[in-house]
């Protein structure tokens, strides 16, 4: 049973890594793989009584492997851990199959009772280096987390995620393993894309403010103009400068205005 589970595992280790040239390799040169195994002795020792034990194989296989685990978190079949160094994997994680983990990731918890208080990964979940994964959340199979992301809700099946706090950029197209949890060049940017929708809609609302000033006054006033030709300058056209005046008034004080001026 445990030969046939190392099988699968360093099987499933060459079909996600292109780098993985040979079972020998990945058997001698992979932290990923020896953290699982020193997990698999450890939660052993928690769940028959020995869990003074089981801390201490876990603390052996971090200081081996650079990879915290737990010896109470579970861990489903073909786990894997990229490079590894730098994860952490609290307590009550579940971790469902086929999962892989870059290096930097946490899944951790941000309570301090003592029930469910790290994430669940379903199956297939991909999670890029150092993105943060933190409480009691879930995070739906096949989806993906991009490098950095910090998750903070439950996340639905097949999406991609990005950003801090993370958002859904996408939903998940295909099925080919897609490294560090990004899709590629083809993957839009939230913020460009919420820049872009607030700049649609100013000149849409400029192009209607010309339109009333034009049917009020016969013409958009200079205000406007100055707003809708941010660059005229730069083209030859006209410009719009503001002069400040001060002119006398009552007393010993005076008024300061603005004064406008097109060259």
Request: glycine share 12%.
């Amino acid at each position: 049973m445990i030969f046939k589970s190392l099988q699968e595992d360093i099987a499933s280790i060459r079909k996600r890594d292109p780098a993985a040239h040979s079972w020998l390799e990945v058997l001698l040169c992979y932290p990923g793989l020896h953290a699982v195994l020193f997990h698999r002795l450890s939660n052993w020792c928690w769940h028959h009584g020995l869990r003074v034990l089981g801390r201490f194989v876990s603390h052996v296989g971090k200081i081996l492997t650079g990879i915290e685990i737990h010896p109470a978190a579970q861990l489903g079949e073909r786990f894997f851990i990229d490079h590894g160094t730098g994860v952490v994997i609290g307590e009550t994680a579940v971790i469902g199959a086929d999962v892989t983990l870059y290096h930097g990731v946490t899944l951790g918890g941000t309570s301090l009772h003592k029930g469910k208080r790290h994430p669940t990964l379903e199956d297939g979940v991909i999670v890029g280096s150092g993105a943060q994964v933190l409480g009691p959340i879930t995070v739906g199979k096949g989806a993906r987390i991009g490098a950095n992301a910090v998750v903070l809700t439950d996340v639905p099946p097949g999406v991609t995620m990005v950003g801090i706090p993370a958002r859904m950029v996408m939903r998940r197209q295909e099925s080919e393993f897609c490294a560090y949890g990004l899709p590629g060049e083809d993957m839009p940017d939230p913020v460009v894309r919420a820049i872009d929708s607030v700049r649609s809609q100013v000149a849409t609302l400029m192009e209607r403010v010309k339109e009333l000033e034009t049917e009020l006054h016969g013409h958009p006033t200079q205000a406007c103009a100055r707003f809708s030709q941010p660059d005229g300058a730069e083209k030859g056209e006209k410009s719009i400068h503001i002069e400040a005046v001060n002119t006398p008034a009552s007393g010993t004080s005076g008024r300061h205005l603005e004064r406008e001026t097109i060259s």
